[in-house]
């Protein structure tokens, strides 16, 4: 059975996700249709597309994943699918795949984009403020249901990409920023593990810095230290972390994204 997933910043109160699975499922009846999340901030492409990143890997090959945090619906911002690997988008181009794309790069996937010119494969009456509904539910039924991507438009090369911040080498070690905080009120740094291969050999001696505060040393998960502790660890997708046990790091540091976080190493 195909497989679709849905992310979008609509909330859970209005029905427009339900009205989506339902274009979805008179195109393609078969699809399953997984829930990312609907409670991304609005307007927050950039929270969108590390939400999609973060969860791509995880579905089966050829599942379509329609992410709709679309700030400039009906503008001049191109209607877009893409194929990464084997995995399929939908949604606007306005940078949502920026990290998908960069990861492709990085392992050498294949990626085609194609612009949504193909009026056949959307809804008849299309709305300036849904195109949720209108093309990009439509779409992903269709590609669900077995059209070729290359059958919905035209090719190009040029999707938008998002400026991504970057971790810099400190002459103590590195300085990253805060790129997420969840539904914990966990941090999440764009420090990576890779960017530190050597740290976890040494993880009793390194100290973390954020919001004013130092935390000596690395722990494995949040159990290791008593509620109400802050701790630093890399979660599950990589990624440098600050939380307290049982607690809010947001709200106990007053973190915002943004906000500066930096690793001394030993």
């Known amino acids: 059975m195909p497989v679709i997933s849905l992310l979008t910043d609509f909330g859970l109160k209005d029905g427009n ?8 499922w008179r195109i393609c009846p078969q699809a399953q249709i ?6 991304i901030s609005p307007q927050n492409i950039a929270e969108a597309a590390l939400v999609l990143f973060r969860a791509m890997p995880y579905f089966p090959p ?29 949604g606007p181009d306005n940078g949502t795949l920026t990290l998908c ?9 294949a990626v085609m984009c194609i612009h949504l010119n193909k ?28 059209v070729q991507l290359e059958a919905l438009g035209v090719s190009f090369s040029d999707p938008v990409l998002l400026p991504l911040p970057r971790p810099e080498r400190t002459p103590l070690g590195w300085r990253g920023e805060i790129i997420h905080i969840d539904h914990f009120g966990n ?59 049982n607690g809010s790091a947001a709200e106990r540091l007053n973190l915002k994204i943004g906000d500066p976080l930096e690793i001394l190493l030993p």
Request: some cysteine; charged content about 20%; proline content about 4%.
């Open 34 to 39: 997984a829930d990312l999340s609907h409670l």
């Open 187 to 245: 941090v999440s740094s764009n420090l990576r593990i890779e960017d530190l291969p050597n740290v976890l050999k040494h993880k009793e001696k390194v100290t973390v810095r954020v919001g004013g505060l130092e935390i000596h040393g690395l722990v494995n998960t949040f159990g290791d230290r008593q509620p109400g502790e802050a701790v630093a660890l890399f979660g599950s997708t990589g990624n440098l972390l600050v939380c307290v046990v």
């Open 62 to 90: 050829f599942s379509v994943h329609v992410a709709v945090v679309d700030p400039g619906v009906g503008t001049a911002r191109r209607p877009m699918a893409a194929r990464i690997g084997d995995q399929y988008y939908v």
């Open 101 to 109: 794309l960069a990861r492709a790069e990085r392992l050498g996937q």
């Open 17 to 24: 996700v339900g009205v989506m699975k339902g274009v979805i």
């Open 119 to 146: 009026p056949q494969y959307w809804l008849e009456d299309v709305s300036h403020v849904f195109h949720g509904r209108d093309i990009f539910a439509p779409v992903a039924g269709h590609l669900a249901a077995g």
